[in-house]
């Protein structure tokens, strides 16, 4: 295996989760649909909030990459949805769907073997798609560790899942 194809199957491990993180089909599978809008004691945002803000993220990212005339939301208020915000069962799994798509959409361009890791992004030289890579990567292993955490603190956690229950496997 050569240097390209040992990168490309390390991000992609990296992407996928696992290892040393909890995928975010893990986080979010089973999740109590009545509670998707609860937000956690002194947490400003709920849970769909943020799945939203990991989905907003990630599609902006991936479109900056892929897309020259992408224009990234405002930041700040652009990355999440406003804190009165809520979502119903379409929304909460309209989002969960989106970022799983989009997650497909950033490993496509890591199999991809013409994408150059390292060159200059065209219309970002500053850039390069191994930074913005694992720029996704790490963005959403940090909120899916958020909301699996969230998730036991609320006492969310399915009882027959040990994964984070103290328990051993």
């Not at 004691?41 to 892929?66: G, N």
């Amino acid at each position: 295996m050569n240097e390209n194809e040992t990168m490309r199957k390390e991000l992609l491990a990296l992407l996928d989760g696992g290892n040393a993180h909890m995928t975010f089909e893990e986080a979010v599978a089973d999740f109590p649909l009545d509670r998707i809008n609860t937000k956690p004691a002194r947490c400003p945002y709920s849970f769909w909030h943020l799945v939203e803000h990991i989905r907003i993220c990630q599609w902006d990212i991936i479109e900056f990459v892929v897309n020259p005339q992408h224009v990234s939301p405002r930041w700040p208020e652009g990355y999440r949805p406003k804190p009165s915000q809520t979502t119903d069962e379409s929304g909460w799994f309209g989002s969960i769907e989106a970022v799983v798509r989009d997650l497909e959409r950033v490993k496509a361009l890591v199999r991809d073997p013409q994408t150059d890791f390292f060159a200059p992004i065209a219309h970002a030289p500053d850039y390069t798609i191994f930074r913005e890579v694992v720029l996704v990567a790490d963005h959403n292993s940090h909120h899916t560790g958020e909301l699996a955490m969230m998730r036991q603190i609320e006492g969310l956690w399915p009882h027959d899942r040990p994964y984070l229950t103290g328990e051993s496997s």
